[in-house]
């Protein structure tokens, strides 16, 4: 599976972005999906997650009301709508792929990442 993240660019603060995490190479309608981001000089957070039916969700703390997650397995795409975002948001956003774990912060790895995409929020 390769994954293929996009949709980052450049953001007034408060304004919304619609980040997305194609599939290739097979269906990966069977994995847990997440979205990790990383700021410069700061460690990799996770953001949010979900399952293979999107029937579970996960969300960390600091996006919670603002982020959602969603996927589409018919066009093997997972997306994170991103509302209100502030400029501590401004970070790379990374998709990865694992099977046999429910939506958590605490998957200990994953089986495929994309290569990320760039979130850049204006104050």
């Known amino acids: 599976v390769q994954l293929q993240a996009s949709g980052g660019g450049l953001v007034q603060a408060g304004g919304s972005l619609r980040l997305s995490c194609a599939a290739s190479?097979?269906?990966?309608?069977?994995?847990?999906v997440t979205w990790f981001r990383r700021a410069r000089g700061k460690e990799r957070e996770f953001v949010a997650a979900?399952?293979?039916?999107?029937?579970?969700?996960a969300y960390g703390d600091s996006v919670k009301g603002r982020f959602t997650i969603s996927r589409d397995n018919a066009k093997n795409t997972v997306y994170l709508q991103m509302n209100s975002l502030k400029p501590e948001d401004t970070a790379v956003y990374y998709c990865?792929?694992?099977?046999?774990?429910?939506?958590?912060?605490?998957?200990?790895?994953?089986?495929?990442w994309g290569q990320g995409t760039l979130v850049t929020v204006s104050s």
């Open positions: 990865a792929a694992v099977r046999g774990y429910a939506p958590s912060a605490t998957v200990p790895a994953y089986d495929y």
């Open positions: 190479g097979r269906t990966f309608g069977s994995y847990t």
């Open positions: 979900i399952s293979w039916s999107g029937g579970s969700t």
